[in-house]
């Protein structure tokens, strides 16, 4: 009778037997899983942190290392404005102001892009965005059927690189090197050179065109010219881009090319952001641009009346000044490290590049968009490119700068700046 009770007893012995040497397995497996879920914590956490602080160095570089950016506030007070006030002159000088930071940190964020790209697509980059800021003005101006505006502030653009870009780069270099004359590589300056005289005669065709009522269809024909220059000048301006790249290498190194790269292997600094660092930020601050932008052109007919300013002197005169505030700093610095040539590529490659592809872009844009958008910029305006285009290839054609040839300069654009002061728009009246 007491058999089945022992045998009971012998099976639960066998049974915690058992269960006893299965606990040290489990407890290992669970250490296992607890030691590679920690890891992974420190893995993540790790990654976070250095995400983080990468975001932090690079905010602190970008935004708080310079002392423009004290400016930045007056962007979203302008937007607050708009939505606040009537105040279209408020609104208009608020975004203006807010946009200077902006359009120099672009070009700060492009230099930084250029030094993993090297000389020749760096100088593409510097003069591509460099040139945003107008190009995004444009497009939002073009978008409201503000053609004149669009016209003015380009061929602004082109006035203020050629003489006060370059005026006071010339300027700033002779005065720092006031005991020899700087020397920079003609035959560059004298291909811009074709090439902005080509972008004017583009120009002057419709506008003598229209003026001397000989089109075969009025107010067509002008229009259909203009596509056809437009297209012709980007042509031209892929085959310079073409020609830069492939072709001509060292097209914006000093003579002396030797001595040049010894300084600067002495003189560059390490970039402070990351390649795509510098990506993200280019787009980042491009966004923003385009947000103000849309308010500033909103604002600039009610700016003109509150103000009481003419609307030419506003889209030629202080909407390009806020546009080239980049490369009026990079090319000021530059010159007075004996770095001319580069100088000479920001302002002037600047101008080029905006005659040769921004306007026929806004062009063909204009095309797609059903506005009638032309290379008509009117007599006075076309003859004050002629002039100016001259002067600078005057100027030019030593390969020499000074401080006296740098104050003629801006002199030239002082005279310009009257000028559209004082000029009446004739589409204004008609």
């Known amino acids: 009778m007491m058999r089945p009770v022992d045998e009971r007893a012998d099976f639960a012995l066998e049974v915690e037997t058992i269960a006893s040497s299965s606990l040290p397995s489990t407890k290992i497996v669970s250490s296992e899983l607890l030691h590679s879920r920690s890891l992974l914590n420190v893995a993540y956490s790790r990654i976070l942190w250095g995400i983080l602080t990468g975001l932090s160095k690079s905010i602190k570089v970008v935004i708080f290392s310079a002392k423009i950016n004290i400016l930045l506030p007056f962007g979203p007070l302008s937007i607050i404005l708009h939505f606040l006030t009537k105040n279209h002159g408020l609104v208009f000088f608020f975004s203006l102001i807010g946009i200077i930071p902006l359009a120099e940190r672009l070009g700060y964020a492009t230099e930084q892009l250029a030094t993993y790209t090297g000389h020749t697509v760096g100088g593409l980059l510097n003069a591509t965005f460099g040139n945003a800021t107008e190009m995004i003005i444009a497009i939002y101006a073009l978008k409201s059927g503000m053609i004149r505006v669009v016209q003015q502030s380009l061929l602004g653009s082109i006035l203020s690189n050629m003489l006060l870009v370059l005026g006071c780069a010339f300027f700033a270099g002779g005065v720092v090197h006031n005991k020899k004359d700087q020397i920079f590589n003609k035959a560059a300056a004298v291909v811009n050179s074709g090439l902005l005289l080509m972008a004017v005669m583009g120009l002057t065709f419709p506008a003598v065109l229209h003026f001397t009522r000989s089109e075969v269809h009025y107010g067509k024909s002008e229009v259909a010219l203009s596509r056809f220059s437009s297209g012709v000048m980007l042509v031209a301006y892929a085959s310079y881009l073409f020609f830069q790249l492939r072709g001509q290498q060292n097209s914006y190194h000093p003579i002396s090319d030797e001595e040049v790269h010894s300084e ?167």
């Open 264 to 430: 600067d292997s002495e003189e560059d600094e390490p970039p402070e952001l990351s390649q795509w660092e510098s990506i993200s930020w280019l787009a980042v601050l491009t966004l923003w641009i385009s947000i103000l932008s849309e308010y500033l052109v909103d604002a600039i007919e009610g700016a003109s009346d509150a103000l009481n300013l003419p609307l030419a002197f506003i889209s030629v005169i202080l909407l390009p000044i806020v546009g080239n505030a980049a490369e009026h700093a990079s090319a000021i610095m530059f010159a007075m490290k004996d770095k001319l040539d580069i100088s000479l590529g920001v302002a002037i490659g600047s101008s080029t590049q905006i005659s040769m592809f921004v306007i026929p872009f806004t062009v063909v844009v204009g095309w797609l968009m059903g506005t009638q958008m032309d290379l008509n910029f009117q007599l006075f305006e076309t003859a004050t490119l002629f002039i100016t285009v001259l002067v600078v290839a005057f100027m030019l054609q030593e390969g020499t700068a000074n401080y006296f040839k740098g104050l003629m300069l801006i002199l030239c654009y002082f005279i310009v700046a009257a000028s559209f002061y004082f000029h009446t728009d004739p589409t204004e009246s008609d």
